[in-house]
C-alpha cells in the first residue's frame, strides 16, 4: 500500500469513527430523563479544529423557578455519556447579572456522577419569566462539549404606585379641574392597568372614553384627569378616589383632595373652626372636676368672622386649673364677637375705651356694637358691671361714643352713665384733636393740641368742669 492511500485511509476512519460518537451521543442523551426535545449537534467553529472539544452540542435545559433577590439550588444531571470516562470536567458560566456560589470549574470524579449541584442568585432587577441564568459546560478529553442550559421561571412581582402631585387642588364651582398623578411601575412584569373614579356626589368625568395604560417595569407614566365640578357644589375640601385595576385586582389606590371655592357666592370661605373638648382632673384632695369647652373661630361669610368661646364645668381647685391648663383647656366666661370690616358686635363680656385722654374703660357682660365709616363712626354700650370678690351686686353700664373727621382734625365725644355706690355718674366730654394718620411724631416735628370739655359732677351731686 502507497502512502497516499494509507493516508487516505486513516483519514476515512477518523471522520467515520467521529460521526458515529456524535450520533450515538444524540441517541443516548435524548433517553435521559426529563427532557423533552431532541439534542441538537453543534457544527465545527471554524474551519480548521484543533480537538474534538471545540465541538459544542447543547442539551435539554434545567428549569426551576425563583422570586427576584434570592437564591436557587440547581441540580444539573450529568450526562450519560460522560458517566464511564477518566476525567470530566464542568464549568459552570453565569449570564447577565446572575451571580454564583460556589467555584466555577470543578472536576467531578466517577464516585460522584450522578448530579451537580449549583446555587445561582437572581438579581432584583430579573424581569419576569423564564430566563437563562447560566449554563454548564461538560468536558472530556477527546470529546465534545455538552452544554446543559439553566433557565429559572422568575416569579411576576406586582407593585404599582400612585404619586399625587406636591401642591394644593384648588376648582372653581361650576367649572373643570385638573387632577395629576403620576403611576409608577416598581414591579418586574408589564402591567395593564385602567383608572377607575369614585366622585362626590355631581361630579362628573371629562373623559368619555379612558383606555388601558400600559407600563412597562421600572416605567413612570404621568397622567391627568378632568373633572366637572357641579355649579352649586358645596365649597372646602371635597373628595375624589382613584383605583388603579387590573381586571379584578387593585393594584393601587389614592385620595386626593380638591378644595372647591365658589367666587359668586356669598361665603367663599370653608366655614367656621369648630373645637369641642371634654377635659376632667382632679385636684390635691382627689375630688374629681371637669370642664366642657365650645369654640368657633373663623369665617361665617366672606366679609363677616366669628369669635366665639364657651365653657361650662365644675367649681376648680388650684390643682384643678393646673392641671387643666396642662391640658390645654382654659375656663372663661361666654363670650361672642362677630366682625366686619364696617364694625364689631359683641356679646358676652366686652368693654372698650370710651376717651384716650380720660382713660375711661369700662367692662361688663353685655352688648357692644361698633360702625366703621371713612369720615364717622359710632360705638354704643350696654353692659352689667361685674360682681367684685365676696358680693353679687351688679350695677348697669351704658354708653355711647361718636366721631366724625373735619379735615385733618377729629372731633369726638360720647356720654356715658355709671353707678358707683348708688350714685349715678355721667360724663359728656367734647374733645378736639388732630387725625393722627396726618400729625405723628413721624410726619411732624409740631403737634396740634387736643382740647377736652368734660361734664363731670362731684360727690355732691353738684355740676363741675
Known amino acids: 500500500m502507497s502512502f497516499r492511500g494509507a493516508c487516505a485511509g486513516a483519514l476515512c476512519l477518523s471522520i467515520s469513527g467521529l460521526t458515529a460518537f456524535g450520533v450515538a451521543q444524540a441517541q443516548i442523551t435524548t433517553t435521559q430523563p426529563g427532557t423533552a426535545s431532541a439534542v441538537s449537534l453543534a457544527t465545527w467553529s471554524g474551519p480548521k479544529s484543533d480537538s474534538a472539544s471545540d465541538i459544542l452540542i447543547t442539551l435539554p435545559s434545567v428549569t426551576v423557578s425563583g422570586a427576584p433577590r434570592s437564591f436557587q439550588v440547581v441540580s444539573i444531571p450529568i450526562p450519560e455519556a460522560f458517566a464511564q470516562v477518566m476525567k470530566l470536567e464542568v464549568e459552570i458560566v453565569p449570564h447577565g447579572d446572575f451571580a454564583l456560589l460556589g467555584p466555577r470549574n470543578r472536576v467531578l470524579p466517577i464516585a460522584q456522577r450522578s448530579r451537580v449541584g449549583v446555587t445561582i442568585g437572581i438579581p432584583a432587577t430579573a424581569l419576569a419569566g423564564r430566563i437563562v441564568a447560566a449554563e454548564a459546560r461538560f468536558s472530556s478529553p477527546a470529546s465534545p462539549t455538552l452544554v446543559v442550559p439553566v433557565e429559572i421561571d422568575i416569579n411576576l412581582v406586582r407593585k404599582i404606585v400612585l404619586r399625587p402631585k406636591p401642591g394644593a387642588i384648588n376648582g372653581q364651582a361650576g367649572n373643570d379641574v385638573l387632577i395629576p398623578f403620576d403611576i409608577v411601575n416598581s414591579g418586574n412584569g408589564r402591567e395593564t392597568v385602567n383608572a377607575d373614579l369614585t366622585l362626590p356626589s355631581g361630579w ?262
Open 204 to 465: 362628573a368625568s371629562r373623559d368619555a372614553h379612558a383606555s388601558a395604560i400600559v407600563i412597562q417595569p421600572g416605567e413612570t407614566v404621568k397622567r391627568k384627569v378632568r373633572l366637572k365640578i357641579p355649579p352649586l357644589s358645596s365649597t372646602g375640601s371635597s373628595f375624589v378616589k382613584i383605583d388603579l385595576r387590573s381586571g379584578n385586582d387593585t393594584l393601587a389606590s389614592e385620595m386626593m383632595t380638591v378644595e372647591v371655592f365658589n367666587s359668586s357666592s356669598i361665603g367663599r370661605e370653608a366655614g367656621p373652626l369648630i373645637t369641642t373638648a371634654v377635659a376632667h382632673a382632679a385636684d390635691e384632695n382627689g375630688r374629681p372636676s371637669s370642664v366642657f369647652t365650645l369654640a368657633a373661630t373663623g369665617a361665617l361669610y366672606d366679609s363677616v368672622r366669628i369669635d366665639a368661646r364657651m365653657s361650662q364645668g365644675s367649681a376648680l381647685s388650684g390643682a384643678a386649673s393646673n392641671a387643666f391648663a396642662r391640658l390645654g383647656t382654659y375656663p372663661s366666661a361666654s363670650s361672642l364677637m362677630l366682625s366686619a370690616p364696617s364694625g364689631q358686635l359683641s356679646f358676652g363680656n366686652t368693654g372698650t375705651s370710651f376717651s384716650d385722654l380720660t382713660g375711661l374703660y369700662p367692662y361688663g357682660q353685655g352688648a357692644l356694637l361698633r360702625i366703621e365709616h371713612s369720615d364717622w363712626s359710632f360705638l354704643s354700650l350696654g353692659a352689667l358691671s361685674l360682681p367684685a370678690i365676696g358680693s353679687a351686686k351688679r350695677e348697669p353700664m351704658v354708653g355711647m361714643r361718636g366721631e366724625r373727621l373735619f379735615g385733618n382734625a377729629r372731633l369726638s365725644t360720647f356720654r356715658i352713665s355709671l353707678m358707683r355706690a348708688h350714685h349715678r355718674a355721667d360724663w359728656t366730654p367734647l374733645e378736639l384733636a388732630p387725625q393722627s394718620s396726618q400729625f405723628s411724631a413721624a410726619h411732624s416735628k409740631r403737634r396740634l393740641p387736643s382740647v377736652a370739655l368734660t361734664v363731670e359732677p362731684d360727690s355732691d351731686g353738684r355740676a363741675g368742669w
